[in-house]
């Protein structure tokens, strides 16, 4: 069963993707979530707090979300990295991706303020590439190239809107990754 606060939830999430995170503020927050800035502050405490549960929420659902499509049985025919890219410039995943690509920004501006609300997301998308990646190429080295290809890529879609030269990008580094060898030594179980 649903509460007020996972509703309130839902509705600082939708408000947050159409608006961003950028000059945040509880009175035009709390109006986009139907309720008042007292209500929020009642249920999350502080503005702090409810950035933690509501970016939390968030990343849960794109963790899952991926997580599912990258669970797939073998013989898919695209490469998890192809796949991961065509679920996440679908019109549904992509403001998703765009609002954590800010809070990105935002933390590299503000750490103190935002980089928390990120570290834990990293570290599950490095164990998460490291999953998927077959055993000649998983090493530490290749997931974290691999997502900041992927990171540089979608920030280059989100910044001149070239889905098709961003997407054919991405298909001759996944063709140079899958023909490089892997380096001695790098590999993980």
Same mark, same amino acid.
Request: charged content about 20%; overall charge negative; some cysteine.
């Given at each position: 069963m649903q509460t007020r606060k996972d509703e309130l939830i839902q509705a600082l999430i939708g408000? !947050? %993707?159409?608006?961003? $995170?950028?000059?945040?503020s509880l009175r035009p927050l709390a109006a986009g979530a139907g309720t008042s800035a007292r209500l929020l502050v009642y249920h999350f405490g502080s503005?702090?707090? !409810? %950035?933690?549960?509501? $970016?939390g929420a968030m990343?849960?659902?794109?963790?899952d979300s991926a997580a599912r499509l990258l669970d797939t049985p073998p013989g898919q025919p695209q490469p998890p990295l192809r796949r991961f890219w065509d679920?996440?410039?679908a019109d549904a995943n992509s403001p998703?991706?765009?609002l954590l690509y800010e809070l990105q920004v935002l933390a590299a501006?503000?750490?103190?303020?935002?980089a928390p609300h990120l570290q834990h997301d990293a570290a599950q998308s490095?164990?998460?590439a490291l999953?998927?990646?077959?055993?000649?190429q998983r090493s530490t080295a290749m997931a974290t190239l691999c997502l900041a290809v992927f990171d540089g890529l979608f920030l280059e879609l989100m910044s001149t809107g070239d889905r098709e030269r961003t997407t054919a990008a991405l298909d001759r580094f996944i063709e140079l990754a899958s023909s490089a060898s892997p380096s001695p030594g790098t590999a993980q179980p």
């Amino acid at each position: 069963m649903q509460t007020r606060k996972d509703e309130l939830i839902q509705a600082l999430i939708g408000y !947050l %993707l159409e608006h961003g $995170l950028a000059d945040l503020s509880l009175r035009p927050l709390a109006a986009g979530a139907g309720t008042s800035a007292r209500l929020l502050v009642y249920h999350f405490g502080s503005k702090e707090g !409810l %950035l933690t549960e509501v $970016l939390g929420a968030m990343h849960a659902h794109v963790r899952d979300s991926a997580a599912r499509l990258l669970d797939t049985p073998p013989g898919q025919p695209q490469p998890p990295l192809r796949r991961f890219w065509d679920w996440a410039i679908a019109d549904a995943n992509s403001p998703y991706l765009k609002l954590l690509y800010e809070l990105q920004v935002l933390a590299a501006r503000d750490p103190a303020t935002y980089a928390p609300h990120l570290q834990h997301d990293a570290a599950q998308s490095l164990a998460a590439a490291l999953a998927v990646m077959s055993a000649p190429q998983r090493s530490t080295a290749m997931a974290t190239l691999c997502l900041a290809v992927f990171d540089g890529l979608f920030l280059e879609l989100m910044s001149t809107g070239d889905r098709e030269r961003t997407t054919a990008a991405l298909d001759r580094f996944i063709e140079l990754a899958s023909s490089a060898s892997p380096s001695p030594g790098t590999a993980q179980p």
